[in-house]
């Protein structure tokens, strides 16, 4: 019958070396106390000879840290993860965690996604040493409670007005106010905007620099040339887009491009022929179309790099700058939005 190797443990470690337990703990965690290059290049050679592995899990609980990072991902609707919108701000996530040496947990679920019970299990369980929140229908009052009990969490492309909650979001309102700045440079008198809940602050944003623009233009603001839904939506419906079409409208700006587009079609209204139509949440496939469109970047990849290095320094314990980092869009000038 075959021996049966015996794993060997800390205290062998410590026994061999003839060093206590607690000084090898000190070389295996890098602290909480300084041992010397001697006592640690002895400790090393021992636990080589052993061939003794430390316990990962052992080791995050003695040091009250886990190394990895949490993302709570949760949309408008269901519809979301059947495209890649998200893509591109997890691929900055996993970028910046894993220059930083930290693991991904992804949490998708979209019905826990809006249950407060649900952050209050996560920061309980100490499975993850804080979290990245994306998503627009992740409750307000799930951000000021996780702030209020100083788990760190970064929330990503959204701000909540009123609370100083820590967030790396986009700059909504200058983005709306440039995109309206070139339609009214290009000739265009009677912009329609289809925009998002007031409830969000992009949805509040993105009227303000909508109407900033139309102001520094003296160009009235006209309630028909815009439909802003009482609660929140993912596409606007066909029925928001045909009634502000009644109201004449030589332009369009929408943060639902694609699917504003598609309705627009189905009334045989041509883009930019009939109507200039300008995007100011740019899709993966924007440019990609028989007429590219218009529309305004969100700078997801560096948006989900910043919000890791900012949890990052909230799990150190350390006060940053600032609670919220803003990033500037990009305006990509395409075929939708011609001279008039």
Do not use: W
């Amino acid at each position: 019958m075959a021996t049966k190797r015996v794993t060997p443990t800390i205290r062998d470690v410590a026994q061999l070396a003839g060093l206590s337990e607690a000084t090898v703990s000190y070389v295996i965690n890098n602290g909480p106390r300084s041992v010397t290059p001697e006592t640690r290049a002895k400790v090393l050679r021992v636990m080589e000879d052993l061939d003794y592995h430390p316990n990962a899990s052992a080791r995050r609980l003695a040091r009250q840290r886990t190394d990895t990072l949490g993302i709570v991902l949760a949309g408008l609707t269901d519809s979301n993860f059947a495209s890649s919108y998200f893509l591109e701000y997890i691929r900055g996530i996993s970028y910046a965690a894993e220059r930083h040496e930290r693991n991904l947990m992804l949490l998708t679920h979209h019905h826990q996604a809006q249950d407060v019970t649900f952050y209050s299990n996560v920061r309980r369980s100490r499975l993850v040493d804080g979290l990245l929140l994306l998503g627009s229908s992740i409750p307000d009052q799930v951000v000021v409670e996780l702030k209020a009990r100083d788990f760190p969490t970064v929330l990503i492309a959204r701000r909540i007005p009123g609370h100083e909650v820590y967030c790396v979001t986009q700059n909504y309102e200058e983005s709306a106010y440039q995109a309206t700045q070139h339609l009214i440079a290009r000739g265009y008198k009677r912009i329609g905007l289809l925009g998002q809940s007031q409830q969000f602050n992009y949805g509040v944003e993105r009227l303000a620099g909508y109407r900033r623009a139309l102001a520094h233009a003296n160009i009235a603001y006209d309630p028909e040339l815009v439909r802003i839904p009482e609660t929140p939506r993912d596409d606007p419906t066909p029925q928001e887009i045909a009634t502000l079409l009644r109201a004449a409208p030589d332009a369009l700006l929408t943060d639902r491009e694609m699917a504003v587009l598609r309705t627009l079609r189905e009334l045989g209204m041509r883009v930019p022929e009939d109507i200039a139509l300008v995007g100011l949440d740019e899709s993966e496939s924007a440019s990609l179309l028989d007429v590219p469109l218009t529309t305004v970047r969100p700078p997801k990849f560096e948006l989900g790099v910043n919000a890791v290095e900012l949890l990052l320094q909230l799990i150190r314990g350390e006060e940053p700058e600032s609670s919220v980092i803003v990033l500037p869009m990009e305006l990509m000038i395409r075929s939708s939005s011609p001279q008039k």
